[in-house]
């Protein structure tokens, strides 16, 4: 294995057990994600200011607030992340306060509007919000019983597109489309057409090469599902790695993972096992192979950008079903 691909592997599995520490009571599904918000930073996990950003955020949020429910772990660790947690929890509540003007009121809203915090200037948040409304209305007018609140955070950010509209529609029906053909019609699919649509290039071949991808793990002899798992094959879309070197960089991390603490046979399951592999082929991906982002990677990190926040939905939705299923 490349020295730098296995030094990320082995980060992510430091930083997962980093914020485990912190947050002992929460859902396992919340850990993996959050971890590789660290990766992906090329940033320690810092354990005492993790735990004073968890305690910033129960004193600034009502207890049914949706900023203390599943999101809870990421948004921590976001904070935690920055140089002002103070300062970035006021601008998330400022936009969190736009936003629910326009979407309803969620978990998922709650982290759009942190997410907003990164890529957009406060002022342009009113004009993201609006935009994003009407593109979730349309996703809503295509796929009426898939487009759910999650939904709400991938039509804000594909408000930030420069892309029109008719454009963004159009890719990700495109897309859509495509994967239907080779998976089942569902969430997962149409997820994955929202990662995809906020990248450059062809439908035809964005979604190709998720297809390329899935078919050549399993030929491989890997284990990779066709659910919340599609979106993290999806930000290698723009990347212009030959696809059988990223699948053996994923079956290597893989290989890695297995048998480490929560990937034994009471943990994370294989299909679970390989997504992780993905999420961190791509972070390797994206800072390139001296562990540097360069130009020609960026459009290959707003694709992992936007999986990266595909795997926090989906970490968010298990973490609530799981509690769910818990109280009944």
């Not at 590789?36 to 049914?64: H, M, Q, W």
């Not at 569902?186 to 057409?193: H, L, P, V, Y």
Request: a negative charge; glycine letters at 4%.
């Amino acid at each position: 294995m490349k020295t730098e691909l296995q030094t990320i592997a082995v980060r992510y599995l430091e930083a997962r057990e980093a914020v485990k520490s912190v947050f002992r009571m929460e859902s396992t599904y919340s850990f993996p994600a959050a971890a590789n918000l660290y990766v992906t930073a090329d940033r320690p996990v810092d354990p005492e200011k993790l735990e004073d950003c968890k305690r910033l955020i129960r004193s600034e949020a009502g207890i049914f607030s949706n900023f203390r429910g599943s999101v809870l772990v990421p948004l921590a660790c976001k904070l935690a992340l920055c140089e002002d947690p103070q300062k970035r929890w006021e601008r998330a509540s400022a936009n969190y306060a736009i936003l629910k003007e326009y979407f309803m009121r969620s978990e998922f809203l709650a982290l759009a509007a942190l997410l907003l915090t990164d890529s957009a200037r406060d002022a342009d948040v009113p004009v993201y919000a609006m935009r994003g409304k009407a593109l979730y209305r349309r996703m809503k007018n295509e796929h009426p019983f898939l487009t759910g609140q999650e939904d709400s955070v991938f039509a804000i950010l594909l408000a930030e597109s420069p892309k029109s509209d008719d454009e963004l529609i159009a890719d990700m029906e495109a897309c859509y489309r495509l994967l239907d053909e080779r998976f089942p019609k569902g969430d997962s699919i149409q997820t994955a057409s929202h990662v995809l649509a906020l990248t450059d290039g062809a439908p035809a071949d964005k979604a190709g090469k998720v297809i390329a991808l899935y078919d050549a793990i399993c030929d491989a002899g890997g284990k990779y599902g066709k659910n919340q798992e599609l979106s993290a094959l999806a930000a290698f879309a723009a990347d212009g790695t030959p696809v059988e070197t990223t699948v053996n960089e994923m079956l290597e991390v893989d290989a890695l993972l297995e048998g480490q603490n929560g990937y034994n046979v009471f943990g994370y399951d294989r299909k679970m096992r390989m997504m992780h592999a993905a999420m961190l082929v791509s972070a390797y991906h994206m800072r390139g192979r001296d562990g540097i982002v360069h130009a020609a990677a960026q459009q290959s990190a707003v694709a992992m950008i936007a999986a990266q926040q595909a795997a926090l939905c989906a970490s968010i939705a298990c973490s609530s079903a799981a509690a769910a299923a818990a109280a009944h």
